[in-house]
Structure formats: structure tokens, C-alpha cells
């Protein structure tokens, strides 16, 4: 078997947590190596729908250093604008993405954490999780689920709405993706809109930007021991993007409450009445990918990793980034990450032992 490469860090993922915290390992002069298993550069962001769109505009859209271009025109920028920021983003600092390259385990190594891959081994004295959730689609297990025998997808894998067009579909999920989705289907397709709540659309001014700034403040408010006061609004509510208001406007944003169970042809709604089906749409999310952790003995019963800071709990070798809230406030995000991926940093930089260096 060939030898182990040795790096003082290793991040696995090269979306736009691996490389914001790339960013700030180059900062910090640690030797470092970002593996990912894409073929291309991007993360997620590739294989995203046709239209999909931020939520945000551009310039509070943005990875640590270089702002991401603005978009011509008033719009939010789509998916080939962010993917081809973050294939420039990486270009620009010229971080040490190897790809593909998928890891299988991460172990225990004497003092090191060992990285097995299909493309060889790593040591490292400090390795950064950020494998995002893309590769793991939620659906919830509704009865009959199995026995439906019209079409299911999940929002990872939808890509347009021609091949649903003039059918009967159910698009379920409270939030933006089903949001957005359901707004595109409804034009060409007989779309219904299943959510457990009532969603709550958020007024036509306000963006991601805000909802990150009401973040940011409640944040500061906690550190400063002041009351945060009520949450206003959170990063899964739907924002009004422009596909959105104009399916709002034309009255198609309608939602109704879950169905109890599938039957072969449909669903049965509460009230026991049938409803055809030909295509259901999950947009029910993602959860951490984080299996290649597991020889660690890490994960919890809940799926997640105990964090302090960004540093794991129950092996101080190990940092995660960019999984949501509980990696850091809105570290899913890419606006958010910049906050989340400098202070695994720093935290990697204080455990080496190693002076600190300005992340400002
Ligand atoms: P990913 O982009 O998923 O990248 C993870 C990388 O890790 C991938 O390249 C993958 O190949 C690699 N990987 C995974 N497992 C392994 C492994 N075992 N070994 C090696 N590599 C591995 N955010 C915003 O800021 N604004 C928005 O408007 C917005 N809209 C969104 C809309 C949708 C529909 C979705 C799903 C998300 C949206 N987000 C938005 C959220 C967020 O920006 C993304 O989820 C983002 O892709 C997360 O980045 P990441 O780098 O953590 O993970």
C-alpha cells in the first residue's frame, strides 16, 4: 500500500466551506490539502435546478477576500453565476483542491488522524469536515410512500419543469426550494403545494441579506448579555424572489396540510378523500454528510456531531464547517461561512499551539 501523504490539515469538501476555510489556512501558513469528490469545481451548486436563484444579492453573497461579481441587471444571481465565482474563487487563491476524490473513513492514528480515500491515504494533525449535505437527501417516510407508483424526486435531482408539464404533481416542503419550485410548476403543471404549516412568506423587501443581519444582531445581543428579543424571521422562511412574488401575485403560492398516506394512484388527505397523483416533488432537505466520520465514534443518535466552537467534542482533532445553525449561525450559507470557517481556523491555529495570526 502506498504511504500516507502527510499535511498539517486536511479539509475534506471543496464547496464553498472547504474553500472559505482554505482562505483562512493560507492566512495562517498551516500546510494544508482540501480533498473533494466532485469532478468539477462548485460543490452543490452545479447540479442545482435550472433557475434556481440566491436569495441574496451578490454583494452579500460573498466568500472571504473577493466579493462575487455583480450580476448584470437588478436580479439575484443564478446557479452558473455562483458556480463559476467559486470554480474563479478557487482559481484566485490558488487553493490546493485534489479532486475527485472521495473519503471513505477518517481514523484514529497515533497522534495524527489518518484519511482514507479511494485515491490513497492522508495524516494530518488537524482535519476540517465540510462535505455539506447535498450528498444526502431527506424524504420523509410517509405510509405507502413505497407503494406510490407515480413519479418521486427530490428537489436535489429536479432540474426543470418541461418534463412535469400538464401533469398532477405535489410539491412538498416549507420552504424555499418547494417555494421556488412550486412557483415554476405551477405555470405548466397542475401543482399543489404540501406543507406541514402554513409557510411564512416574508415581505417583498426583505432578502437573505437581512435575515443574515438579523442573525448577525441576535448573535451580537446574546455575546453582549442583552435580550435578543423575538426572532424575526428566519433563513427558512421564503423570501420573495422574483418567480415567487409573481406566483404569489397570481395566486398560485396557495399550501395546503399533509396528506396521511400514499395509495398506488395518489394520496389520501385527511378528510379521506382521494387525490391522482402522477409526480410527487420532495423538497424536504438535506441532512449532514458525515458517514466518513463515523470509525471515529462521534456521531450522535441525532445524525450530528457535538461542537464546541467548531472543534468536536470527543476527538479535539477534528473541526466541522458550513453544516447549518449548529456549526455556526448561518454557516450554511455563503454569506455565513466566512464567520464559521475563520474561526475553525483560529481555533486549529490556538490547539497547534501556533501564535495568532490577523484573520481580520
Ligand atoms: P456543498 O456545496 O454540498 O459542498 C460539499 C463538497 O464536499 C462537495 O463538493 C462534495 O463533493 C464534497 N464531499 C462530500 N462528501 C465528501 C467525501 N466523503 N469526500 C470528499 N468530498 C466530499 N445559500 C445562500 O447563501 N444563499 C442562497 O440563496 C441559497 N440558496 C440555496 C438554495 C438551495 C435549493 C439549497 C439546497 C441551498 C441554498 N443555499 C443558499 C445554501 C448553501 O449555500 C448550500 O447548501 C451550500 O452548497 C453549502 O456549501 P458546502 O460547501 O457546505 O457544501
Redesign the pocket.
Given at each position: 500500500m502506498a504511504e500516507a501523504q502527510s499535511r498539517q490539515v486536511v479539509v475534506?469538501?471543496?464547496?464553498?466551506?472547504?474553500?472559505a476555510t482554505g482562505y483562512f489556512l493560507r492566512r495562517a501558513g498551516l500546510d494544508f490539502e482540501i480533498?473533494?469528490?466532485?469532478w468539477k469545481p462548485?460543490?452543490?451548486?452545479p447540479s442545482?435546478?435550472d433557475s434556481?436563484?440566491?436569495?441574496?444579492p451578490a454583494q452579500s453573497?460573498s466568500l472571504p477576500g473577493w466579493p462575487m461579481p455583480p450580476v448584470l441587471g437588478e436580479g439575484?444571481p443564478g446557479r452558473d453565476h455562483v458556480a463559476a465565482y467559486l470554480a474563479a474563487y478557487e482559481e484566485r487563491y490558488r487553493l490546493p483542491v485534489r479532486?475527485?476524490?472521495?473519503?471513505?473513513a477518517v481514523e484514529r492514528a497515533g497522534d495524527q488522524l489518518l484519511v482514507r480515500?479511494d485515491a490513497g491515504s492522508w495524516t494530518a494533525s488537524a482535519v476540517v469536515s465540510?462535505?455539506?449535505?447535498?450528498?444526502r437527501p431527506f424524504i420523509p417516510d410517509y405510509p405507502g410512500r413505497v407503494t406510490f407508483g407515480g413519479r418521486q424526486l427530490h428537489?436535489?435531482s429536479y432540474r426543470s419543469p418541461q418534463d412535469l408539464a400538464g401533469q398532477r404533481v405535489l410539491v412538498v416542503g416549507g420552504g424555499?426550494?418547494g417555494a421556488?419550485i412550486l412557483a415554476e410548476l405551477s405555470l405548466v403543471a397542475d401543482a399543489t403545494w404540501v406543507t406541514p404549516e402554513p409557510p411564512t412568506l416574508l415581505p417583498d423587501d426583505v432578502d437573505?441579506r437581512v435575515l443574515f443581519e438579523r442573525a448577525t444582531e441576535r448573535i451580537r445581543a446574546q455575546q453582549q448579555g442583552r435580550d435578543p428579543g423575538p426572532p424575526l424571521g428566519g433563513l427558512g422562511d421564503i423570501?420573495m424572489v422574483p418567480p415567487v412574488s409573481e406566483a404569489r401575485d397570481r395566486g398560485a403560492l396557495h399550501s395546503v396540510r399533509p396528506f396521511v398516506r400514499h395509495d398506488p394512484r395518489g394520496v389520501v388527505w385527511r378528510d379521506g378523500s382521494h387525490c391522482p397523483v402522477d409526480a410527487v416533488i420532495w423538497c424536504t432537505?438535506?441532512r449532514p454528510?458525515l458517514?466518513?466520520l463515523a470509525p471515529l465514534g462521534v456521531l450522535e443518535p441525532d445524525g450530528r456531531i457535538a461542537v464546541q466552537g467548531a472543534q468536536c467534542v470527543r476527538e479535539p482533532r477534528l473541526w466541522l464547517?458550513?453544516?447549518g445553525d449548529w456549526t455556526g449561525v448561518?454557516?450554511?450559507?455563503?454569506?455565513?461561512?466566512t464567520r464559521a470557517a475563520r474561526g475553525a481556523v483560529q481555533e486549529i491555529q490556538e490547539a497547534a499551539g501556533a501564535p495568532p495570526v490577523s484573520m481580520a
Open positions: 475534506i469538501g471543496g464547496g464553498q466551506s472547504g474553500l480533498l473533494d469528490a466532485n462548485g460543490g452543490a451548486w442545482a435546478w434556481l436563484h440566491l436569495f441574496s453573497s439575484y479532486r475527485p476524490v472521495r473519503v471513505e480515500t465540510a462535505t455539506g449535505g447535498a450528498s428537489s436535489s424555499n426550494s421556488q437573505g423570501v432537505g438535506f454528510a458517514e466518513h464547517v458550513g453544516y448561518a454557516s450554511a450559507t455563503l454569506a455565513g461561512v
